[in-house]
Structures are given as structure tokens and as C-alpha cells.
């Protein structure tokens, strides 16, 4: 799984897209990644894009192990988390990931689009 990151300053928002086959220790590397930047603090809101991710052999286990890992991150905090999740399979997944995840601190929330994502993280929506 390859990532790219970009933290734009004025929105305060770091944007993560995800890219190729899910991976556990990838999306570990991931959370190592933005609660050790010195960039932008460890509790920064994110958007994160699964557009170009491949969820086709993921399930609930998988989705578990996603869970644990953030538990991991407590820097984490009180963040918000957009993830953008474009086709059915996506948007589903998705939604499930969101309600198994709703005892962590961070809210979360899916979008089709990042618009809508930016405007819900500004408080917009």
C-alpha cells in the first residue's frame, strides 16, 4: 500500500490518499507517520481518500485489526476523520469500519466527495 500526504496550513487539515492493496502494517506505518510528524500536531483532522485503494479481499477481521491499531495511537486524540469512499464496495466497507469504530475518541465520517468531507471537518456541514 503506498501513501501520499499533504497538510495544507490554512485549512489545518492533513489530506491521506491511499493507494494499491490494504495493508494492517501499512496502514500502521501510516499512524506512526502522522502522531510522530513535527509537521502538524498528532491530533490534526484528517481526510483520508480510498479511491485509489483496493478493498476487494477486506472483511470485518481486517476492519477489527484497523480498530486495535488506532487504539495503539492515543495521540490521536479527539480528531476528526473524513474518509472519502467513492464506489459502493468503498462507501460500505466504510460505513461498517465507522460503526465498529464508534467507541475510539475520534469521530469519524463518510463522503463521496472531498468537498463535502472539507466542509464537514470546517464545521461546515
Same mark, same amino acid.
Given at each position: 500500500m503506498n *501513501? *501520499? #500526504?499533504? #497538510?495544507d496550513k490554512e485549512k489545518n487539515i $492533513?489530506?491521506?490518499d491511499l493507494q494499491g492493496e490494504a495493508s $494492517? &502494517?501499512? %496502514?500502521?506505518?501510516?499512524m506512526k507517520r502522522i502522531t510522530l510528524s513535527s509537521e502538524y500536531p498528532p491530533d490534526i483532522d484528517s481526510i483520508w481518500s480510498l479511491h485509489n485503494l483496493d478493498?476487494?479481499?477486506l472483511g470485518s477481521n481486517f476492519e477489527r485489526s484497523l480498530i486495535y491499531i488506532r487504539k495503539t495511537y492515543p495521540e490521536r486524540g479527539e480528531a476528526k476523520i473524513a474518509i472519502i469512499s467513492i464506489g459502493d464496495l468503498a462507501y460500505g466497507l466504510s460505513n461498517m469500519y465507522? *460503526?465498529?469504530?464508534?467507541n475510539l475518541p475520534q469521530t469519524m465520517a463518510i463522503f463521496r466527495n472531498q %468537498?463535502? &468531507?472539507e466542509e464537514w471537518i470546517q464545521g461546515n456541514l
Amino acid at each position: 500500500m503506498n *501513501t *501520499t #500526504y499533504a #497538510y495544507d496550513k490554512e485549512k489545518n487539515i $492533513l489530506y491521506v490518499d491511499l493507494q494499491g492493496e490494504a495493508s $494492517l &502494517a501499512a %496502514f500502521d506505518n501510516v499512524m506512526k507517520r502522522i502522531t510522530l510528524s513535527s509537521e502538524y500536531p498528532p491530533d490534526i483532522d484528517s481526510i483520508w481518500s480510498l479511491h485509489n485503494l483496493d478493498l476487494s479481499s477486506l472483511g470485518s477481521n481486517f476492519e477489527r485489526s484497523l480498530i486495535y491499531i488506532r487504539k495503539t495511537y492515543p495521540e490521536r486524540g479527539e480528531a476528526k476523520i473524513a474518509i472519502i469512499s467513492i464506489g459502493d464496495l468503498a462507501y460500505g466497507l466504510s460505513n461498517m469500519y465507522k *460503526t465498529m469504530s464508534k467507541n475510539l475518541p475520534q469521530t469519524m465520517a463518510i463522503f463521496r466527495n472531498q %468537498f463535502e &468531507a472539507e466542509e464537514w471537518i470546517q464545521g461546515n456541514l
